[in-house]
């Protein structure tokens, strides 16, 4: 069986003496030039688990907001979700077994697992724009022709357009076609059926521009824009095609989101209503320069997460649909937008730590769960029965909110976090509202904050408890934190190690952004 797998592997994608790699919040993550072997593997890996589950699993291949050297793989489960914790560990102890153990290994996962080999599988593998992927796709391919896998190379796509490729094929078409044309015209006519014809309404103008990143967002918002068709009038910057342009630099939603401020190419706009979305286009900011000032402000995450879980409760309530609605954020949501969510919304929110999957997880646990990372990656899941629900009410009675629910269902990429469709979603939402995006930044007032990055020896002497927001060890370091904290007005404080980059994160808060920053450096001096 592994004979094959076994001379590729020691042939033309060995390990060698590379040192060894952790799959992390977001897969593997480092510099492209050590991850022939990973992907190698990772491609036979994915075989085995779609042969387990007895349905298509996703690879894709992307470093998101990394610089372009940088790139990563991570697995998709057939329900789009990330990976099962337990063969996280499995894909960290092949992704390092040596070139002569890779037999054993795979023997291993095979019998603990209880595999039947002789069963079919199917892999989706898709890729970003990075300049080393085609070579590392070709690994991934390589693995899973290995062991006769059957593959479907999607070539480039954004993350979250494979997630809902694998959950498509999944649900044989119950949730969309599988192909990225079944997706633009999914998303596209439930978009132009929310929006009705007038693309104009009170305050909102169809018009924003729009940073791809120089990666696959712009390419993908190019393909949606031939079936968005005049609904909406978009200028798209930052395409990757001019001389110079590298992935995330000086741009994309991450450098916004960190940098707080406006990415090159849209550093002179005034008035304009602005989306980045980051490098595999799954997390999407909007901001704008104001008219008269032409003072920066951004609407992140927590922004996206406030206003559609209020239109959401709001649509429901105007539709007397029944149905509990829930926010979940991590420790970086703003402290204002958890305020504003427990006081003005009355809306219960959870902390979670930071990944995705937790987030996702725990968005399950409400009918319908509103989940978004301050740094603008999230969606909005519906159980079945709430889908159900809104759907009946929208054919059986003559309410139109129910209706116009049902399509706002059909905007959202459940599968993941999606950047372009939450942009479009937003859309939507600004649209029935008739605001400009000076409206939507009424609700409330961000607190000033801070993030930033400390290279220390080891990262991982760092751990956490309480959703991250309390460090366990080193000890000590907590009660430093607090003493920091209690010096600063409205003040809050975290640090925990980064999952995708080799340094440990601070986050704090305060009533000023030089408070903030004081407060950030302060704690970041006692990480050291
Ligand atoms: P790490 O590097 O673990 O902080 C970052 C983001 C996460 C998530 C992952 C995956 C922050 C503070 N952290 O994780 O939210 O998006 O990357 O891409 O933004
Ligand atoms: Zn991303």
Wanted: contains cysteine.
């Amino acid at each position: 069986m592994w004979a094959e797998a076994v001379k590729v592997g020691k042939e033309q994608h060995a390990k060698g003496d590379l040192k060894d790699i952790q799959y992390g919040t977001a897969g593997f993550r480092t510099d492209a030039k050590l991850l022939d072997h990973v992907m190698y593997r990772m491609g036979i890996l994915a075989v085995l688990r779609s042969k387990l589950k007895q349905a298509a699993i996703g690879v894709m291949l992307t470093a998101s907001h990394n610089q372009e050297k940088d790139n990563g793989v991570k697995l998709v489960d057939p329900k789009g979700e990330m990976l099962e914790q337990t063969w996280e560990s499995l894909a960290t102890t092949l992704a390092n077994a040596k070139d002569d153990e890779l037999e054993t290994v795979l023997e291993d996962i095979v019998k603990s697992q209880g595999i039947d080999l002789s069963l079919p599988s199917s892999v989706f593998v898709g890729r970003d724009t990075r300049q080393s992927s085609p070579a590392l796709a070709q690994a991934v391919l390589d693995g899973i022709q290995s062991v006769e896998g059957c593959v479907i190379d999607c070539g480039i796509v954004s993350t979250p357009q494979l997630h809902y490729l694998v959950v498509c094929q999944n649900t044989k078409g119950e949730y969309g076609e599988a192909s990225t044309k079944g997706y633009y015209s999914k998303i596209s006519k439930a978009f132009k059926a929310f929006r009705g014809n007038n693309p104009v309404n009170g305050k909102y103008s169809p018009k924003l521009m729009f940073d791809g990143a120089n990666g696959v967002g712009a390419q993908k918002m190019k393909e949606f824009l031939t079936f968005l068709g005049d609904s909406i009038q978009m200028e798209i910057v930052n395409d990757g095609t001019q001389p110079g342009d590298v992935l995330n630099a000086d741009c994309g939603a991450d450098f916004v989101k960190v940098q707080q401020t406006s990415p090159k190419g849209l550093k002179e706009t005034r008035g304009e209503r602005c989306v980045s979305v980051d490098g595999d286009a799954d997390r999407v900011i909007y901001f704008y320069n104001d008219k008269e000032s032409g003072q920066f402000a951004m609407l992140d995450g927590d922004r996206i997460a406030t206003l559609v879980a209020e239109f959401l409760k709001d649509m429901l309530d105007q539709a007397k649909v029944s149905l509990n609605l829930g926010i979940v954020q991590t420790a970086y949501a703003n402290g204002s937008s958890t305020n504003y969510i427990t006081q003005k919304l009355n809306v219960p929110v959870a902390c979670v730590p930071t990944g995705v999957k937790h987030l996702h997880h725990k968005a399950q646990d409400f009918d319908i769960g509103v989940y978004f990372e301050a740094n603008g990656h999230g969606t909005i899941v519906f159980s079945d029965a709430a889908q159900a629900k809104i759907r009946e009410t929208a054919a059986s009675s003559n309410s139109i909110q129910a209706q116009k629910l049902a399509h706002l269902v059909d905007v959202i990429n459940q599968t993941v976090g999606d950047a372009i469709s939450d942009m479009l979603l937003v859309e939507c939402i600004l649209h029935a509202k008739g605001w400009s995006i000076e409206d939507w930044r009424q609700a409330y007032q961000d607190l000033p904050n801070r993030q930033m990055k400390v290279r220390v020896a080891d990262r991982n002497v760092i751990s956490t408890t309480d959703a991250e927001r309390k460090v366990v060890t080193p000890k000590g370091l907590q009660d430093e934190i607090d003493a920091l904290v209690k010096k600063f007005p409205q003040g809050r404080s975290f640090v925990r190690p980064s999952g995708t980059e080799d340094v440990v994160r601070v986050y704090s808060e305060s009533d000023t952004q030089d408070n903030a920053d004081q407060l950030a450096y302060e704690v970041g001096l006692k990480v050291h």
